[in-house]
């Protein structure tokens, strides 16, 4: 079975300090996972996915099978980062499409 | 490009009553799915189709709840007999999958449709 927990509903933070969003998963294969994002009355969307390696909009978020996590971080808060956040797993074996979502993480920047 | 689009945006329906939310998914994707998105349990995974093979069903909560993918393109996702646990956010994403990159699939979401049932 797959399962993504993200433990914090809320997350408020001062704009310029550090942000960290908390992602544990468990799945007994090898995992795909992502990071989506839903600004205020837009759709959601993909903000990153672990096997890009990338950095989005000053994003990153590194997998960790010891500790099954994928934790979302950035060192310094922007206003415009206020939205929802949701991890997300997908299986890597063909034919095991759909993406398991956590429950959210509203994050809000404070002025 | 146009994105997935969805209708109706708003949907209010009496308890009992069939529902009916369409999904126009982007143009040349092969694959949809449907989500559910109640308040506080973030998105669930509904129902999934891949071109011609058989739809992943494992998501739909109960036998009230089906969907269709006609032509290999837009798609009705019904609810027959509705409940008010069906109170929702109904969200339809596709995607074009390779067999030689699966990994790089890409879901792209549509806006969603509310459904409010009395």
């Known amino acids: 079975a797959q399962r993504v927990t993200q433990p914090e509903k809320l997350l408020s933070v001062f704009k310029g300090a550090p942000v960290e969003l908390k992602c544990n998963y468990s799945?007994?294969?090898?995992?795909?996972l992502f990071w989506y994002v839903q600004y205020s009355r837009q759709r959601l969307q993909l903000l990153l996915r672990?096997?890009s390696r990338e950095s989005i909009k000053g994003f990153t978020a590194d997998l960790n099978k010891g500790e099954t996590s994928f934790h979302l971080k950035k060192p310094f808060a922007q206003e415009e980062d206020s939205a929802m956040y949701y991890c997300?797993?997908?299986?890597?074996?063909?034919?095991?499409?759909?993406?398991?979502f956590g429950t959210g993480t509203r994050l809000t920047i404070i002025p | 490009g146009a994105g997935v689009s969805q209708s109706p945006s708003n949907k209010v329906t009496e308890k009992g009553k069939d529902v009916e939310l369409r999904c126009d998914p982007i143009?040349?994707?092969?694959?949809l799915y449907w989500y559910r998105q109640s308040l506080g349990q973030g998105l669930e995974f509904l129902i999934y189709?891949?071109?011609?093979?058989?739809?992943?069903k494992s998501g739909l909560p109960s036998d009230r709840f089906s969907a269709e993918r006609t032509g290999g393109s837009v798609s009705t996702l019904t609810i027959q007999r509705t409940q008010q646990e069906d109170s929702a956010v109904y969200l339809c994403?596709?995607?074009?999958?390779?067999?030689?990159?699966?990994?790089?699939?890409?879901?792209?979401f549509g806006p969603g449709t509310r459904l409010l049932v009395l």
């Open positions: 994403a596709s995607s074009s999958i390779h067999r030689g990159t699966p990994m790089m699939e890409t879901q792209y």
């Open positions: 799945y007994s294969g090898s995992p795909e």
């Open positions: 672990h096997i």
């Open positions: 997300a797993l997908k299986g890597r074996d063909f034919g095991n499409e759909k993406l398991t």
């Open positions: 143009s040349g994707h092969t694959a």
């Open positions: 189709f891949q071109g011609n093979s058989a739809p992943d």
